[in-house]
């Protein structure tokens, strides 16, 4: 297949990416970009370019590194005309150093970055051999098109905008709402049956599914018809292994039921949006008794790649010093001991006591029609409460620095025409938060007490929010 777009990397410059081993400014990458949350506990060091862990997928033999690039979050500039759109630059940026640095999954989606993603991973991986890389995307149609021709233009066209004509990794999205749904969007039109067809015959080398809903739905799936599947993507972290909330499943039990059917798992979310990278000094105790220099981010994704079956740990790596740290950790991952267990175990009880909105920035909320940005203003909430900063009662000998800091960094990360006093609670967003986060009533609350702290009368309760 031509491809489109081709911008072809000189040996020079790959050979440049490929013996980089310390740290790259990531503002020199990124450009016009969004503040970001810094790690100031970061690891450091060299990057290794050869010692990446790889697991082998038992049905195709493919050979995947263990850290997987998670295409949702590529990075946003301004145009010329100061409308956004992907900063193509920094991703080829990106995607250069992960091969160079052993990464070989690449999972994107046509509704991922506004439906800008597949065509920008596109782009960035033609420039590279057709060996050197897995793509997996996405069969995205929890809103339609539900008719047969329109499934297939939809997969069709995620093999133009991706440069390909084989996809390695084809996943049905998100299935466990009902076996209803998964019938009406992939069964009863015949779209699974073709999409088994199109492995036989190749243009799929691997199919599978990821999954948010209910265990009656999972297991439903999992045994439909006797398919072997050639994989399955869920949500599996720490806190997640035995506490999930919203439309999720205890990992612990997902886990074992792909063990059982010999299904690899590919892991999403190992991070809960970022939350569990985003520890307090408090909650991070516990670990930094056993390994003081390692970040609360390492930390996850060992646990995410320690199980055997476990084929790829997905990451959303907008900044080049997260992409670096992560591939560290696999460089080889070292497994988990019993005494660490133990410590995640801790810190998960202590994170479970908190207060918070369990969103895992996923942006399946977005766009809202009404211009709110959902995930800012829950992730300024959780950030707080994380940092133990919540303004609780205006007795409390702290409270009015706490309530200063809650409002300025409240319109600071979120601009006030986007902030949940305008939420109108049409709900058009409820049904696709995965986590199942009644989102409006949230933003009313989130409000209420955002205007009491602005008139000086608050007095929470975690019955408020």
């Known amino acids: 297949m031509e491809n489109k777009n081709k911008k072809n990397i000189s040996r020079r410059d790959f050979l440049k990416v490929l013996g980089t081993g310390t740290v790259i400014s990531a503002a020199a990458l990124t450009g016009c970009k969004p503040v970001r949350q810094t790690n100031t506990n970061s690891a450091t060091g060299e990057v290794p370019t050869d010692k990446m862990t790889y697991r082998t997928n038992p049905h195709s033999g493919d050979k995947v590194s263990l850290l997987g690039y998670g295409c949702m979050r590529w990075p946003l500039r301004k145009n010329s005309n100061g409308d956004e759109e992907i900063d193509q630059d920094t991703v080829n940026e990106l995607v250069d150093y992960a091969i160079a640095h052993g990464v070989n999954y690449f999972d994107t989606a046509p509704v991922y970055v506004r439906g800008w993603s597949e065509a920008a991973t596109g782009i960035a991986l033609a420039r590279h051999p057709r060996e050197k890389f897995f793509i997996a995307t996405k069969a995205s149609n929890p809103r339609g098109p539900y008719d047969l021709q329109g499934c297939i233009a939809m997969y069709h066209k995620s093999m133009s905008e991706l440069q390909v004509d084989y996809i390695d990794y084809y996943l049905l999205h998100s299935v466990g709402n009902s076996i209803e ?6 069964v009863d039109n015949g779209f699974l049956d073709f999409l088994i067809k199109e ?42 292994w035995k506490n ?46 056993l390994r003081p220099d390692d970040t609360p981010a390492s930390w996850a994704f060992r646990y995410a790649g320690t199980p055997e079956h476990v084929l790829t740990v997905l990451s959303g790596m907008v900044y080049m010093e997260h992409l670096q740290e992560n591939i560290r950790t696999y460089s080889p991952l070292v497994p988990l001991t019993e005494p660490e267990y133990d410590a995640l175990e801790k810190v998960t009880e202590m994170m479970l006591a908190a207060d918070f909105i369990p969103c895992t920035e996923c942006q399946y909320c977005m766009p809202c029609p009404y211009g709110i940005d959902i995930p800012g203003i829950f992730t300024h909430y959780n950030r707080v409460i994380n940092e133990q900063r919540m303004p609780e009662d205006k007795t409390d000998p702290g409270y009015r620095k706490a ?60 019955e408020q929010l």
């Open 181 to 186: 749904e998964f019938h009406r969007r992939f």
């Open 199 to 240: 492995r036989s015959e190749g243009r799929i080398r691997n199919l599978g599914w990821s999954f948010h809903g209910i265990a009656e739905c999972f297991d439903y799936v999992l045994a439909y018809n006797d398919i072997q599947w050639d994989f399955c993507q869920i949500q599996l972290n720490y806190q997640d």
């Open 244 to 289: 999930a909330t919203g439309r999720n499943v205890n990992a612990e039990y997902l886990y074992a039921e792909l063990v059982k059917k010999n299904v690899p798992a590919i892991i999403m979310e190992p991070l809960l949006g970022g939350r569990l990278s985003r520890l307090n000094s408090f909650t991070q105790a516990p670990l930094r008794q």
């Open 403 to 462: 309530r200063r800091q809650f409002l300025i960094g409240y319109d600071r990360s979120v601009p006030k025409l986007r902030q949940a006093n305008h939420c109108i609670g049409c709900g058009i967003c409820k049904p696709e938060c995965p986590q199942r986060i009644p989102i409006p009533d949230q933003m009313e609350q989130i409000d209420k007490f955002a205007e009491s702290l602005r008139l000086g009368n608050n007095n929470r309760t975690t």
